[in-house]
């Protein structure tokens, strides 16, 4: 049974230079306690995405078309109170920077409390108190009873996002969205909260939507990996084929751009050419064919035709090249 | 917390010393002889010499500071025998021109000039932050725009004028208002009450055009700070998240602000209170002014240092309850 079921989700943003279409027909499926990574670069729409399945994203003109069906409901046709009682409770979110997270006014107990207290107003604070002090407990932050009444600025930036963890799960929500949970951390503290993630993830049960660009953290922890690019989702598929056989140029070349461990050492590190496209004037056809290698091959159809998500092989991609193409475009050569 | 009201009231002290030091000392320099001023045009120089040395003014300026900072403690008495005029503690020196202890002079201003100064403040406040706000949720729309020509005209008019026009239209056009005289709030509190309507609101409208802008301006940022988009999608109500996290936080820096601007106004409104008739301490500075009554407006400028110092200080303190980041420990 799916859980999250997004179909043809688009996000378009009225700007004074013109509109900026972040998300362009994005359509994918959540299973209950599966994790699904969106991966890209920067502007490539993935976080516009995940604040769409809560509505989060703000702005003076900021246009919405598709639907993000909850367990049948969509949550883009909802009331704004129906919409708040699924912030939270149902689907729940950790935000990247847990420095700015976090409201600097208020002790960490009080704002883990209140997370809880917000759907369940019966809860007295006496409950709260507990509440608050086992989801700390919960998150590994020592000595909980004492830290309880401290307030953000008195933590770490890792004690941090382990707080926003818990304000995120405190109230055991069916599905977590993770927008680029350790991009702000210091390496040595990525891990322990992915770590923390997926242990959190074992306990409650819950789905998780991991947003990011790093493709190590995509590995560690998902399953299912989903490339986007300009708006677009442009590979899907788990996480082994996708880092095995990965079927879109632009996947192969954001694999490619990642240097590993076992690489040979004066190896050049090789990079995509061109930069991510403007939102506001896309290319025509295919949003990746002026960076594509393969983009000639095909007579002139990636830059007239956009390119729609099909099936090939074990995954999706979206790409003019014949099946068999995409397939071998590796050799199954790639060396990880 | 303790430790920090103690140093914050300490050093809060050696800057009045030093204000007052400095307010005697620019004042001392002036060119008008105090001792002249004493006596009419056609003084005899005999007079003049013996006020002189009676006011103490024949003395090197160090020992007069000395004397006058004794008199605020111990109170001071100025001539001989007989002829002597005695002001008692606090004495902030004696008014020639008035015949009277400034201290006295200052006291009974004083409440006129906090009635005027409590009552513009509350109004301002609630117009200031209130439009400011409804300005900030309803940004773009008829709401922010009255309110921010509001704020445009408000910066941009001067006090003299609101308050002349302010007179001609509620006083002499439409007779709502009888003409401003003062009366204490003791003595009758509706006219107390009535003969500070126009004032307050003068005063408000022009500190309230700022305040506009600045909650507005606050409030917009608050709100796309990350930690409200959390408040969000924790599923917070729309009113207890404008409440609790953009308000609160927005509202800090305006506080600190309104605080001084309150200190401000405590010195004295010299054109609303010359304009409104208004026995204030803005009345009293403006006439020792116009008189060269030295005295007198060295005791105003410090007693208005010591509004302002003592608001500083209160601010200070405030604001590490406001703003646990500044919480010292």
């Not at chain 1, 506001?280 to 095909?298: K, V």
């Not at chain 2, 409804?134 to 704020?151: C, P």
């Not at chain 2, 408000?154 to 709502?176: A, D, E, K, Q, R």
């Not at chain 2, 500190?207 to 408040?231: C, D, K, P, Q």
């Amino acid at each position: 049974m799916t859980l999250l079921s997004v179909r043809d989700l688009r996000v378009t943003f009225g700007t004074a230079d013109g509109d900026v279409h972040a998300v362009k027909g994005v359509s994918f499926d959540v299973s209950p306690g599966e994790t699904v990574a969106i991966v890209g670069e920067s502007g490539s729409g993935k976080s516009v995405t995940a604040n769409s399945l809560l509505r989060l994203n703000f702005g003076a003109d900021v246009r919405t078309s598709g639907q993000v069906l909850l367990e049948g409901r969509d949550i883009l046709a909802m009331s704004d109170e129906e919409v708040r009682h699924v912030r939270g409770r149902e689907v729940a979110m950790i935000f990247q920077d847990p420095l700015t997270a976090l409201n600097p006014f208020y002790s960490v107990g009080r704002q883990i409390g209140e997370a809880y207290a917000v759907h369940h107003p019966e809860a007295s604070k006496k409950e709260l108190r507990e509440i608050a002090l086992d989801s700390l407990h919960k998150v590994g932050i020592p000595e909980p009873g004492k830290r309880i009444d401290q307030h953000p600025h008195e933590f770490s930036g890792g004690m941090r996002q382990r707080i926003v963890i818990a304000i995120a799960l405190v109230n055991s929500p069916k599905i977590l969205i993770a927008d680029e949970p350790t991009t702000a951390l210091d390496v040595t503290v990525q891990a322990q909260i992915l770590e923390l993630i997926a242990a959190m993830q074992a306990e409650h049960g819950s789905a998780v939507i991991l947003i990011t660009h790093d493709l190590g953290v995509v590995a560690e922890i998902t399953e299912r990996v989903m490339v986007m690019y300009a708006g677009r989702v442009v590979e899907s598929a788990a996480v082994a084929d996708a880092f095995v056989t990965p079927t879109h140029p632009y996947t192969r070349g954001l694999l490619k751009s990642v240097k590993s461990l076992d690489s040979v050492r004066h190896e050049r590190l090789e990079s995509i050419p061109g930069i991510p496209p403007s939102l506001i004037n896309l290319p025509s056809g295919c949003p990746f064919h002026p960076r594509c290698a393969h983009a000639d091959s095909l007579a002139g159809r990636c830059s007239t035709e956009v390119p729609e998500l099909r099936r090939v092989g074990p995954g999706s991609s979206a790409c003019h090249l014949p099946d068999e193409r995409l397939l071998n475009l590796l050799g199954g050569a790639h060396e990880r | 917390m303790i430790f920090f009201v103690l140093r914050r009231s300490f050093f809060a002290i050696v800057l009045l010393l030093i204000v007052s030091a400095f307010t005697f000392v620019i004042f001392s320099a002036l060119p008008s002889d105090p001792a002249a001023l004493t006596c009419g045009k056609n003084c005899r120089p005999e007079v003049i010499e013996s006020n002189r040395e009676r006011l103490g003014y024949d003395r090197p300026l160090v020992e007069q500071y000395g004397a006058y900072m004794k008199g605020i403690f111990a109170g001071r008495t100025y001539g001989e025998e007989g002829s002597s005029i005695h002001c008692s503690a606090p004495s902030l020196g004696y008014s020639y021109d008035r015949h009277e202890c400034v201290t006295t002079l200052i006291a009974s201003t004083l409440p006129v000039t906090a009635s005027i100064a409590l009552g513009a403040f509350v109004l301002w406040m609630v117009i200031g932050v209130g439009l400011g706000t409804l300005a900030a949720l309803k940004r773009g729309r008829w709401q922010d725009r009255v309110a921010t020509a509001f704020s445009v005209i408000g910066v941009s008019l001067p006090t003299f004028f609101l308050g002349l026009i302010f007179i001609m239209v509620f006083v002499i056009w439409t007779g709502l208002l009888p003409f401003p005289r003062y009366t204490g709030l003791t003595e009758n509190p509706v006219e107390w009450f009535m003969s500070l309507l126009l004032p307050w609101f003068v005063l408000a409208i022009i500190s309230a055009a700022t305040y506009v802008r600045m909650t507005r301006n606050g409030i917009l940022e608050v709100m796309n700070e990350e930690f409200v988009r959390l408040g969000i999608a924790k599923g917070l109500p729309r009113r207890r998240l404008i409440v609790t996290y953009v308000l609160r936080a927005a509202l800090v820096p305006i506080v600190t602000i309104a605080g001084l601007d309150f200190a401000f106004l405590l010195g004295g409104a010299l054109v609303t209170e010359s304009i409104f008739n208004l026995p204030g301490l803005g009345k009293l500075t403006l006439a020792a002014v116009i008189n060269s009554d030295l005295p007198i407006l060295v005791a105003t400028t410090m007693v208005s240092a010591v509004f302002i110092v003592v608001a500083n200080t209160v601010v200070d303190i405030l604001y590490g309850y406001l703003d646990p980041r500044v919480r010292v420990k």
